[in-house]
Protein backbone atom coordinates (compact mmCIF):
# COMPACT_ATOMS: atom_id res chain seq x y z
CA UNK A 1 0.00 0.00 0.00
CA UNK A 2 1.73 3.03 -1.44
CA UNK A 3 1.62 6.27 0.34
CA UNK A 4 2.35 9.78 -1.63
CA UNK A 5 2.51 13.45 -0.83
CA UNK A 6 2.39 16.41 -2.99
CA UNK A 7 3.11 19.85 -1.07
CA UNK A 8 1.27 22.67 -1.86
CA UNK A 9 3.15 25.92 -1.91
CA UNK A 10 2.60 29.65 -2.89
CA UNK A 11 -0.24 27.71 -5.28
CA UNK A 12 1.68 25.60 -7.04
CA UNK A 13 1.37 21.73 -6.46
CA UNK A 14 4.50 19.38 -6.46
CA UNK A 15 3.34 16.19 -8.59
CA UNK A 16 6.45 14.59 -8.47
CA UNK A 17 7.91 13.98 -5.03
CA UNK A 18 11.24 14.84 -6.10
CA UNK A 19 10.27 18.38 -6.82
CA UNK A 20 9.38 18.83 -3.17
CA UNK A 21 12.31 17.31 -2.03
CA UNK A 22 10.50 14.48 0.07
CA UNK A 23 11.27 10.72 -0.43
CA UNK A 24 8.28 8.51 -1.16
CA UNK A 25 6.92 6.57 1.89
CA UNK A 26 6.17 2.96 1.65
CA UNK A 27 3.65 1.93 4.26
CA UNK A 28 3.98 -0.87 6.07
CA UNK A 29 1.03 -3.15 5.27
CA UNK A 30 -1.65 -3.02 8.14
CA UNK A 31 -5.04 -2.98 6.04
CA UNK A 32 -6.85 -2.64 3.41
CA UNK A 33 -9.95 -0.94 1.98
CA UNK A 34 -13.55 -1.29 0.88
CA UNK A 35 -15.56 1.70 -1.10
CA UNK A 36 -15.61 5.36 0.21
CA UNK A 37 -18.99 5.13 2.14
CA UNK A 38 -18.88 8.96 3.08
CA UNK A 39 -20.87 11.38 1.60
CA UNK A 40 -19.91 13.36 -1.71
CA UNK A 41 -17.15 12.17 -4.45
CA UNK A 42 -17.68 10.05 -7.62
CA UNK A 43 -15.49 7.48 -8.74
CA UNK A 44 -13.84 8.12 -12.02
CA UNK A 45 -12.33 5.59 -14.55
CA UNK A 46 -8.73 6.19 -12.85
CA UNK A 47 -9.82 4.72 -9.87
CA UNK A 48 -9.63 8.61 -8.45
CA UNK A 49 -12.36 10.45 -6.85
CA UNK A 50 -13.62 13.77 -7.77
CA UNK A 51 -14.93 16.47 -5.48
CA UNK A 52 -18.69 17.14 -4.51
CA UNK A 53 -19.99 19.84 -2.72
CA UNK A 54 -18.59 20.90 0.35
CA UNK A 55 -19.15 18.36 2.99
CA UNK A 56 -19.59 20.16 5.92
CA UNK A 57 -17.51 18.91 9.26
CA UNK A 58 -17.35 20.19 13.12
CA UNK A 59 -13.01 18.66 12.28
CA UNK A 60 -12.52 22.33 11.35
CA UNK A 61 -14.10 23.95 14.18
CA UNK A 62 -11.87 21.45 16.49
CA UNK A 63 -8.58 21.60 14.90
CA UNK A 64 -8.30 25.43 15.16
CA UNK A 65 -9.70 25.45 18.83
CA UNK A 66 -6.47 23.14 19.25
CA UNK A 67 -4.00 24.95 17.15
CA UNK A 68 -5.17 27.95 19.64
CA UNK A 69 -4.38 26.43 22.65
CA UNK A 70 -1.03 24.86 21.79
CA UNK A 71 0.23 28.29 20.23
CA UNK A 72 -1.09 29.43 23.59
CA UNK A 73 1.34 27.33 25.43
CA UNK A 74 -1.65 25.03 27.40
CA UNK A 75 0.13 22.12 28.20
CA UNK A 76 -1.37 18.63 28.86
CA UNK A 77 -2.16 18.13 32.84
CA UNK A 78 -1.45 14.50 34.03
CA UNK A 79 -3.71 12.85 36.46
CA UNK A 80 -1.12 10.85 38.18
CA UNK A 81 2.25 10.00 37.42
CA UNK A 82 1.15 6.73 35.85
CA UNK A 83 -1.44 8.45 33.55
CA UNK A 84 -0.62 7.43 29.91
CA UNK A 85 -3.72 8.19 28.31
CA UNK A 86 -6.33 10.50 30.12
CA UNK A 87 -3.70 13.71 29.70
CA UNK A 88 -4.29 13.61 26.37
CA UNK A 89 -8.13 12.90 26.62
CA UNK A 90 -8.58 15.58 29.00
CA UNK A 91 -7.14 18.54 27.13
CA UNK A 92 -9.36 17.63 24.08
CA UNK A 93 -12.07 17.25 26.16
CA UNK A 94 -11.32 21.18 27.22
CA UNK A 95 -11.38 22.55 23.88
CA UNK A 96 -14.68 20.97 23.09
CA UNK A 97 -15.71 22.64 26.70
CA UNK A 98 -13.98 25.97 25.40
CA UNK A 99 -16.03 25.70 21.69
CA UNK A 100 -19.25 25.05 23.48
CA UNK A 101 -19.59 21.78 22.25
CA UNK A 102 -21.45 18.95 23.39
CA UNK A 103 -19.92 15.54 23.33
CA UNK A 104 -20.05 11.50 25.46
CA UNK A 105 -17.26 10.14 26.09
CA UNK A 106 -17.37 6.55 25.88
CA UNK A 107 -16.02 3.66 28.06
CA UNK A 108 -12.79 2.02 27.88
CA UNK A 109 -12.01 -0.34 24.53
CA UNK A 110 -14.80 1.72 22.82
CA UNK A 111 -14.39 3.01 19.50
CA UNK A 112 -15.05 5.93 18.96
CA UNK A 113 -13.44 7.62 22.40
CA UNK A 114 -16.20 10.86 21.92
CA UNK A 115 -19.23 11.46 20.35
CA UNK A 116 -18.91 15.24 19.17
CA UNK A 117 -22.19 17.04 18.32
CA UNK A 118 -21.75 20.70 16.93
CA UNK A 119 -23.10 23.23 13.96
CA UNK A 120 -22.18 20.00 11.73
CA UNK A 121 -24.17 17.30 13.43
CA UNK A 122 -22.38 14.48 15.22
CA UNK A 123 -19.14 12.77 14.30
CA UNK A 124 -16.56 10.62 16.41
CA UNK A 125 -13.02 11.60 17.47
CA UNK A 126 -10.29 9.03 18.57
CA UNK A 127 -7.81 10.34 20.83
CA UNK A 128 -4.51 8.60 20.68
CA UNK A 129 -1.36 10.28 22.02
CA UNK A 130 2.67 9.05 22.12
CA UNK A 131 5.78 10.75 23.25
CA UNK A 132 8.47 11.95 21.45
CA UNK A 133 12.16 12.00 22.28
CA UNK A 134 14.11 13.26 19.65
CA UNK A 135 11.64 11.07 17.22
CA UNK A 136 8.00 9.24 18.09
CA UNK A 137 8.30 6.73 20.72
CA UNK A 138 6.76 4.24 17.70
CA UNK A 139 5.70 4.26 14.14
CA UNK A 140 2.24 2.89 14.84
CA UNK A 141 -0.91 2.75 17.16
CA UNK A 142 -2.84 0.18 18.82
CA UNK A 143 -6.43 -0.23 18.84
CA UNK A 144 -7.77 -2.98 21.81
CA UNK A 145 -10.57 -4.85 20.82
CA UNK A 146 -12.17 -2.30 17.65
CA UNK A 147 -11.00 -2.27 14.58
CA UNK A 148 -10.81 2.02 13.61
CA UNK A 149 -11.72 2.94 10.12
CA UNK A 150 -13.84 6.55 9.29
CA UNK A 151 -17.23 5.80 9.96
CA UNK A 152 -18.86 3.71 12.45
CA UNK A 153 -22.43 3.64 12.32
CA UNK A 154 -22.67 5.43 8.87
CA UNK A 155 -21.25 8.30 11.20
CA UNK A 156 -17.52 9.97 10.53
CA UNK A 157 -15.03 8.78 12.52
CA UNK A 158 -11.51 11.33 13.08
CA UNK A 159 -8.20 10.21 14.53
CA UNK A 160 -7.12 12.86 17.05
CA UNK A 161 -3.05 12.41 17.46
CA UNK A 162 -0.33 13.96 19.51
CA UNK A 163 3.09 13.86 19.82
CA UNK A 164 4.19 15.10 23.10
CA UNK A 165 6.82 15.99 25.50
CA UNK A 166 7.48 15.49 28.97
CA UNK A 167 7.05 12.59 31.24
CA UNK A 168 6.04 11.21 34.90
CA UNK A 169 3.47 14.02 36.49
CA UNK A 170 5.09 16.61 34.72
CA UNK A 171 2.78 18.75 32.62
CA UNK A 172 2.75 17.80 28.67
CA UNK A 173 3.90 19.96 25.81
CA UNK A 174 2.12 19.50 22.83
CA UNK A 175 4.86 18.92 20.02
CA UNK A 176 2.68 17.50 17.20
CA UNK A 177 -0.71 17.52 16.44
CA UNK A 178 -2.87 16.15 13.99
CA UNK A 179 -6.54 15.59 12.96
CA UNK A 180 -6.78 12.76 10.49
CA UNK A 181 -10.25 11.57 9.01
CA UNK A 182 -10.20 7.70 10.36
CA UNK A 183 -10.29 6.68 6.34
CA UNK A 184 -6.57 7.66 6.18
CA UNK A 185 -5.67 4.70 8.26
CA UNK A 186 -8.41 2.64 7.22
CA UNK A 187 -11.57 2.63 5.05
CA UNK A 188 -13.47 -0.28 5.33
CA UNK A 189 -15.99 0.12 7.31
CA UNK A 190 -18.11 -2.64 6.74
CA UNK A 191 -15.89 -4.70 8.35
CA UNK A 192 -15.47 -2.40 11.04
CA UNK A 193 -19.06 -2.30 12.29
CA UNK A 194 -19.35 -6.18 11.94
CA UNK A 195 -16.39 -6.66 14.43
CA UNK A 196 -17.05 -8.89 17.21
CA UNK A 197 -14.96 -9.96 20.21
CA UNK A 198 -16.03 -13.88 20.67
CA UNK A 199 -14.65 -16.03 23.36
CA UNK A 200 -13.42 -19.71 22.08
CA UNK A 201 -15.29 -21.74 25.25
CA UNK A 202 -14.48 -25.75 26.60
CA UNK A 203 -10.52 -24.89 26.91
CA UNK A 204 -8.20 -26.68 28.91
CA UNK A 205 -7.69 -30.22 30.29
CA UNK A 206 -11.14 -30.02 31.83
CA UNK A 207 -13.05 -27.83 29.44
CA UNK A 208 -14.02 -25.41 32.08
CA UNK A 209 -11.95 -22.60 30.13
CA UNK A 210 -12.21 -19.92 27.55
CA UNK A 211 -10.16 -17.92 25.35
CA UNK A 212 -11.22 -14.49 24.72
CA UNK A 213 -10.56 -13.75 22.15
CA UNK A 214 -9.90 -9.73 21.79
CA UNK A 215 -7.26 -8.52 19.01
CA UNK A 216 -5.35 -5.58 19.03
CA UNK A 217 -4.74 -3.98 15.48
CA UNK A 218 -2.21 -1.86 15.26
CA UNK A 219 -1.70 0.73 12.60
CA UNK A 220 0.67 3.36 11.22
CA UNK A 221 -0.13 6.67 13.14
CA UNK A 222 -0.44 10.07 10.97
CA UNK A 223 2.92 11.07 11.12
CA UNK A 224 4.40 8.23 9.48
CA UNK A 225 1.86 8.48 7.14
CA UNK A 226 2.64 12.57 6.46
CA UNK A 227 6.22 12.63 8.11
CA UNK A 228 6.40 15.97 7.07
CA UNK A 229 3.79 16.90 9.61
CA UNK A 230 6.13 16.64 12.56
CA UNK A 231 6.28 19.36 14.99
CA UNK A 232 3.25 20.58 13.25
CA UNK A 233 -0.30 20.87 13.58
CA UNK A 234 -2.02 19.41 10.57
CA UNK A 235 -5.76 18.25 9.47
CA UNK A 236 -6.24 15.81 6.88
CA UNK A 237 -9.58 15.56 5.01
CA UNK A 238 -10.79 13.86 2.46
CA UNK A 239 -10.33 15.67 -0.65
CA UNK A 240 -13.93 14.57 -1.85
CA UNK A 241 -15.33 17.24 0.50
CA UNK A 242 -14.10 20.01 -0.81
CA UNK A 243 -13.93 21.80 2.30
CA UNK A 244 -12.67 25.71 2.35
CA UNK A 245 -12.37 27.46 5.07
CA UNK A 246 -10.56 31.15 5.30
CA UNK A 247 -8.94 29.77 8.65
CA UNK A 248 -7.42 26.69 6.40
CA UNK A 249 -4.13 26.97 4.19
CA UNK A 250 -3.82 23.72 2.31
CA UNK A 251 -0.07 22.62 2.29
CA UNK A 252 -0.38 19.54 0.19
CA UNK A 253 -2.03 15.91 -0.86
CA UNK A 254 -1.60 12.69 0.63
CA UNK A 255 -2.48 9.68 -1.85
CA UNK A 256 -3.29 6.68 -0.03
CA UNK A 257 -3.70 3.15 -2.87
CA UNK A 258 -6.25 0.28 -1.93
CA UNK A 259 -4.00 -3.08 -1.97
CA UNK A 260 -4.39 -5.78 -4.54
CA UNK A 261 -5.77 -8.58 -1.48
CA UNK A 262 -7.23 -8.16 1.42
CA UNK A 263 -7.80 -10.55 4.58
CA UNK A 264 -10.74 -12.80 4.50
CA UNK A 265 -9.56 -14.99 7.74
CA UNK A 266 -6.73 -16.98 9.60
CA UNK A 267 -6.54 -20.02 11.75
CA UNK A 268 -4.36 -20.22 14.61
CA UNK A 269 -3.58 -23.40 15.45
CA UNK A 270 -2.46 -23.51 19.86
CA UNK A 271 -0.15 -26.55 18.84
CA UNK A 272 2.95 -27.00 17.65
CA UNK A 273 4.22 -23.03 17.70
CA UNK A 274 2.72 -22.40 13.82
CA UNK A 275 2.07 -19.34 12.15
CA UNK A 276 -1.45 -18.01 11.42
CA UNK A 277 -2.72 -19.38 8.39
CA UNK A 278 -4.08 -16.76 6.75
CA UNK A 279 -6.64 -16.60 3.10
CA UNK A 280 -6.71 -13.44 1.19
CA UNK A 281 -8.64 -12.44 -1.27
CA UNK A 282 -9.17 -9.73 -4.50
CA UNK A 283 -9.81 -6.69 -2.84
CA UNK A 284 -12.73 -5.04 -5.06
CA UNK A 285 -11.23 -1.53 -5.25
CA UNK A 286 -7.68 -2.62 -6.06
CA UNK A 287 -5.75 0.07 -7.41
CA UNK A 288 -8.30 3.11 -5.95
CA UNK A 289 -6.25 5.76 -5.26
CA UNK A 290 -7.65 7.71 -2.16
CA UNK A 291 -6.73 11.46 -1.77
CA UNK A 292 -6.41 13.34 1.07
CA UNK A 293 -6.15 17.22 1.05
CA UNK A 294 -3.41 18.37 4.61
CA UNK A 295 -4.63 21.69 5.96
CA UNK A 296 -2.38 24.27 8.72
CA UNK A 297 -4.28 27.04 10.48
CA UNK A 298 -2.93 30.62 9.34
CA UNK A 299 -0.72 31.85 11.36
CA UNK A 300 -2.59 34.96 12.08
CA UNK A 301 -5.43 33.06 14.44
Known amino acids: MATQFHETRMGHRFSDLSDCGIAGLQARHVGCYLPFACNGGHP ?20 V ?3 VAVRRGI ?25 GMTYQLQGRNSYPDYWVTGDAGTEGFEVKSLAFEGRPARKDIDFNSTIPSGMKARTNIFLVFFLYTGSGADPRTVHTMSVAHGDLINADHALADD ?5 VHDFGSYGDGFIRNRKMYVFPHPITIDP ?3 GRCRLLL ?14 GVIERTFCPQIVDSYTIKLRGRGQADVTKIPSPEAGV ?11 DL
Do not use: C, I
Not at 238 to 251: F, I
Not at 289 to 299: D, Q, S, T
Open 44 to 63: VLDGTVTPADEHPTNAVDVF
Open 65 to 67: RMV
Open 75 to 99: RMQPRSANDKEYFAQDWFASRLDEA
Open 195 to 199: HLNVA
Open 228 to 230: TGL
Open 238 to 251: PEAWAVQDDRLVQV
Open 289 to 299: VRRFVVFEARE
